[in-house]
């Protein structure tokens, strides 16, 4: 019987339930990894005085150009770069790690645990509840990171930065990034939002509402007898 017993754990990932939950880890793994893979890149050239000033910079996750050190004005005491936005990439990533860590357990939960998973009402339960919850949470994270995106294109385009460090008239700004890898970053996000709220249904027939199921944490106990008859 053991050698039958793997394959008939693994068929739920035949399911709708389970091959989508790969899908989200994908997805999931696909959104973190193409934002902390980015590296931009700025080459910044400016005549101060008698000299040639030479600065090359690399940006990278979390994103704080503030972090770079101090660079501009270019010709004067100098300062950091405008524009922090760490936090929108942070939390963007520890939204993905989490729903990853999230799909490899349920996918334990679905075929290890698989007979534990369908005979617990509240397991089922909790399972749509989180699921919904991973939403809202893809969806607030992807906004968040697509409004700092929009800023750090603002914040590292030739322009703002010619401005920022009060380049001359031969200052030269080279900013060879497309950021196509961050608009890849967000279009996963945003196709996690998609996934998970189309993925609810599956969850939700697995629920006691949809399948009338008593909750077993709602059934009272019956009413003690007393001289042969009920109260």
């Known amino acids: 019987m053991d050698q039958f017993s793997m394959p008939s754990k693994l068929d739920v990932l035949k399911e709708p339930r389970g091959f989508v939950r790969i899908i989200q880890l994908l997805f999931a793994i696909f959104a973190f990894a193409s934002t902390t893979s980015f590296h931009g890149h700025l080459n910044i050239s400016d005549v101060c005085v008698n000299k040639t000033v030479f600065i090359n910079m690399t940006f990278s996750y979390p994103f704080n150009l503030e972090s770079l050190g101090n660079v501009v004005p270019i010709c004067e005491p100098a300062r950091p770069l405008y524009g922090n936005f760490s936090s929108g990439a942070q939390f963007y990533v520890f939204?993905?790690?989490?729903?990853?860590?999230?799909?490899?357990?349920?996918?334990?939960?679905?075929?290890?645990?698989?007979?534990?998973?369908?005979?617990?009402?509240?397991?089922?339960?909790?399972?749509?509840?989180?699921?919904?919850?991973?939403?809202?949470?893809?969806?607030?994270?992807?906004?968040?990171?697509?409004?700092?995106?929009?800023?750090?294109?603002?914040?590292?385009?030739?322009?703002?930065?010619?401005?920022?460090?009060?380049?001359?008239?031969?200052?030269?700004?080279?900013?060879?990034?497309?950021?196509?890898?961050?608009?890849?970053?967000?279009?996963?996000?945003?196709?996690?939002?998609?996934?998970?709220?189309?993925?609810?249904?599956?969850?939700?027939?697995?629920?006691?509402?949809?399948?009338?199921?008593?909750?077993p944490m709602r059934q009272s106990d019956p009413v003690p007898e007393v001289d042969g008859s009920t109260l």
């Open 95 to 215: 939204i993905g790690v989490i729903v990853f860590l999230y799909c490899i357990g349920t996918l334990l939960l679905y075929t290890v645990f698989v007979s534990k998973y369908e005979s617990n009402v509240l397991l089922r339960k909790v399972d749509f509840g989180l699921s919904a919850f991973i939403v809202v949470l893809w969806f607030i994270a992807s906004v968040a990171w697509a409004s700092g995106v929009d800023k750090l294109k603002r914040y590292t385009s030739e322009s703002d930065i010619k401005v920022e460090i009060h380049g001359s008239d031969k200052c030269t700004i080279d900013a060879p990034q497309s950021y196509a890898g961050l608009n890849i970053s967000l279009l996963f996000g945003f196709s996690n939002v998609a996934l998970w709220g189309a993925a609810l249904w599956f969850l939700w027939k697995e629920t006691p509402w949809f399948r009338g199921e008593a909750d």
